[in-house]
């Protein structure tokens, strides 16, 4: 069915996701029909149940046929994107995946809580109580190109320079962060292919060194589907584990952070009790999911909803829609972080559920832990300014006051 509204338009989102939109359409068109400009248009997944289903059928609902973004991506892109974790289909998938799931599990990430709670507090000492901070760039930005530097072995002098790559790469389609129109959500952008070639340098020199015992000495010395990388190949994998790990943190803390000031009798709740914030960090993630979708390709003719998918369909499961489903989330356009069961599929299901799950979640807890135990007053200051992004549901300026 051909939707009332036009949800691929970027101008859609930037003021604010249309949540009241989404709803009638789970209620009228749960899989609606979206144009683009120009080139194959895609079947928008809005319930709940359909995206863990598209999710949880990765050789029906292919990642690697035509990539996880919207637009239909020339040849060199699309080898491009296939390159990357989050766009390989099984086995291919599990065979890169393998080798360095063991580095994040949650028992090996728990031993970096003093590392990133060192970080917080040093980037928290920046912060003059009573000032106004713009904290998407002052204080969400650093911690987790910091936290990503550190597990990498970058060398510090770059962590300024890689955050800015990935933002410049997860917002092409702001002009104010792409000025000379770079790219858009397709990734292809120069940014792109500039991180893509700094992970090539990188493990190059990191070739010439002896082994650091962080994650780049696991890619560069395990087999990945049994071969080992080359340079080319970690580069593509390097980049698209940056970006993964700092720009939807990034989003995740300062949107959470923002959402709390808005909500001062549940921050209360919090500062009495800071065993409340893994459940509030649950809740930020459902309320203000770091993305918008991402996409899949129909492999063959299926439905979906009762409604006809055909073979070489894109296929978009919209988190923004799904995490606010009446069906699954009682009064759902309420934050409420005393919410359980809170089933957000913010960090996916399935096949591509974050590897990054669990340094995501530390830093969460980390970082609220020490902003409010250090701000008694944490106030709104100012207009906030989001992302014009239909991928990205992010900001790119938060004004508030900490004191």
Not at 40 to 49: F, Q
Not at 306 to 327: C, F, L, Q
Not at 332 to 359: A, K, M, W, Y
Request: aromatic share 8%; proline share 7%.
């Amino acid at each position: 069915m051909q939707a009332t509204i036009d949800f691929y338009d970027p101008d859609l989102y930037v003021n604010g996701p249309p949540h009241e939109l989404f709803a009638e359409l789970r209620a009228s068109q749960p899989v609606a029909w979206q144009d683009i400009p120009g080139q194959e248009g895609y079947w928008a997944v809005l319930k709940h149940a359909d995206v863990v289903h598209v999710s949880r059928q990765p050789l029906l609902f292919s990642a690697s046929t035509g990539g996880v973004v919207l637009e239909t991506l020339d040849a060199e892109r699309l080898v491009h994107m296939r390159n990357m974790l989050l766009a390989m289909d099984p086995p291919r998938h599990i065979a890169y995946r393998k080798p360095l799931a063991p580095e994040f599990r949650a028992r090996i990430i728990a031993g970096m809580e003093d590392r990133i709670r060192a970080i917080t507090t040093e980037i928290l000492d920046t912060v003059e109580p009573g000032s106004v901070v713009d904290v998407c760039h002052q204080v969400c930005g650093p911690l987790p190109s910091q936290v990503i530097g550190y597990l990498f072995g970058l060398p510090r002098a770059d962590w300024d320079h890689i955050h800015d790559l990935s933002e410049r790469i997860t917002h092409g389609q702001d002009p104010e962060v792409n000025p000379e129109g770079q790219g858009a959500a397709d990734g292809g952008n120069d940014a792109s292919m500039e991180m893509t070639m700094y992970g090539v340098q990188f493990a190059a020199s990191r070739r010439e060194m002896e082994p650091q015992g962080d994650v780049m000495d696991i890619i560069l010395g395990s087999e990945f589907d049994g071969r080992l990388l080359t340079d080319l190949d970690i580069g593509s994998l390097f980049a698209q584990m940056v970006i993964a790990g700092n720009d939807t943190t990034v989003t995740m803390l300062a949107s959470g952070l923002l959402t709390l000031a808005r909500h001062p009798d549940q921050v209360a709740e919090i500062r009495a009790d800071a065993a409340m914030i893994p459940g509030a960090v649950e809740e930020i993630l459902r309320y203000d999911n770091p993305l918008h979708y991402f996409r899949r390709t129909a492999t063959e003719d299926t439905e979906l909803a009762g409604t006809p998918i055909a073979a070489g369909d894109k296929v978009a499961m919209y988190y923004t829609s799904a995490n606010r489903d009446e069906d699954v989330f009682p009064d759902p356009q309420t934050f409420d972080i005393h919410r359980d069961p809170n089933p957000q599929l913010s960090f996916g299901i399935g096949e591509h559920f974050c590897l990054g799950v669990h340094v995501a979640r530390l830093e969460g807890r980390v970082f609220f832990e020490e902003i409010l135990r250090r701000f008694p007053s944490i106030e709104v200051a100012g207009e906030p300014i989001r992302t014009r992004s239909n991928l990205n549901n992010a900001y790119r300026y938060i004004p508030l006051r900490l004191a």
